[in-house]
């Protein structure tokens, strides 16, 4: 039976830090927050491609001409496109090399496994960010990259390393560098949001071009859950919110993020939360009027306990006229992330979303 679930509702750029990843790391991004129990699998292992029920993790989508192309966390950023966003083709990736730089601030990273893209088209090319980072370490960097096109029959297509956005570092900053989603505020300044546990959802302004974060800096604190006083100001800590994505429609401007726990196949226990804002940066209030920077978010969307057991790291748009939802979600069969794209409808200015 189909279930309606109505969607209620600052530091230095640069610094160099080891981070630890096991070497020839392939698996999508663990969570960030407790380890699973001993002799648990983080990820559920991976199936052989189904182009119609693909694996995914930590989508984004834009549409350039009549092909969907949809970004994951995965080797070099991987990507899948589609012409009708039910059957799925594997089109590589876009940074098949670690660039330079990221060794040189992460000298323990290892392989080219970057997490959580994001993706826009802004000033005539298109901007691709995403994550080099530890499981359960904020030893983190968010990395940019611009190609003029996502077709790669096109003579013109090449992703160009733009370099790093930010960093976060153990017992600096109280954030984490990963999850990257960019927006555009109502005055046509580029932001951007990103964090995933510590001290929740960053946002900070950027340059006109999007090439690195502006000055004076200007950051702001969104969303966060209540963290455990006491622990050590390197641990994740139990404040589980990730994954922000700022979606503009009408008046309003909706932040999604995820709570709880991704990553842990059947176990997992991720689900979707919503604030909304007239303003892009914030406050952002649920369906109670309660903010998410003290703890608010009303229910977007959770496993449904047939077909999926969580769902999680959402992204929103608005493409030939159809508001579209865009996450992932752990299948109740056997715990794998499934790539899941729903149509957003609307009453009384909130989503509505049907498994």
């Known amino acids: 039976m ?57 989508p984004v989508m834009a549409k350039e001409g009549d092909t969907y192309y949809v970004f994951t966390t995965g080797n070099g950023v991987s990507v899948m496109t589609s012409k009708d966003l039910k059957t799925w083709t594997q089109a590589g990736s876009c940074i098949p090399q670690c660039p330079a730089w990221i060794q040189e ?16 088209y802004y000033q005539g ?23 003029p096109t996502l077709n790669p029959e096109s003579p013109d297509y090449k992703w160009t390393d733009q370099g790093c956005m930010i960093q976060s570092v153990p017992y600096r900053d109280m954030w984490n560098a990963i999850d990257a989603n960019i927006v555009i505020d109502e005055n046509g300044t580029p932001w951007m949001d990103f964090g995933s546990f510590w001290n929740g959802i960053m946002m900070v302004k950027l340059k006109d071009d999007l090439s690195g974060v502006a000055t004076p800096e200007e950051w702001r604190n ?3 859950r209540e963290r455990t006083y006491g622990l050590d100001d390197a641990s994740a800590g139990d404040g589980a919110v990730e994954a ?9 401007y ?12 059947l176990q997992s226990t991720y689900n979707i939360v919503v604030g909304r804002s007239k303003s892009a940066k914030g406050p952002y209030l649920d369906m109670d009027g309660k903010d998410l920077a003290t703890g608010g978010g009303t229910c977007i969307m959770k496993g449904n306990g047939t077909d999926y057991v969580a769902v999680g790291h959402c992204a929103a748009y608005t493409i030939d006229g159809k508001d579209l939802l ?9 715990g794998a992330s499934k790539l899941v794209v729903r149509e957003i409808k609307w009453k009384d200015e909130w989503p509505v979303l049907e498994w």
């Not at 491609?49 to 930590?58: C, I, K, Q, R, V």
């Not at 601030?105 to 826009?120: Q, T």
């Not at 298109?126 to 940019?144: E, K």
């Open 2 to 58: 189909k279930k309606l679930c109505i969607i209620a509702a600052l530091a230095l750029v640069g610094c160099a830090v080891s981070a630890q990843q096991p070497q020839g790391q392939q698996r999508p991004r663990p969570a960030q927050g407790q380890q699973p129990p001993q002799g648990q699998q983080q990820q559920p292992r991976r199936n052989v491609f189904d182009p119609t029920n693909p694996g995914a993790h930590d």
């Open 105 to 120: 601030k992460l000298p323990n990273f290892r392989g080219n496994n970057f997490w959580a893209p994001d993706i826009i």
């Open 125 to 147: 090319k298109w901007h691709l960010f995403y994550a080099a980072s530890a499981f359960g370490r904020n030893t983190s960097v968010i990395g940019h990259a611009t190609s």
């Open 222 to 224: 969104p969303c966060r």
């Open 244 to 252: 922000p994505f700022i979606y503009k429609h009408g008046d309003w």
């Open 254 to 265: 909706y932040l999604f993020v995820s709570f709880d726990a991704c990553c842990r196949g």
């Open 326 to 334: 865009v996450t992932h979600a752990y299948q109740a069969t056997d």
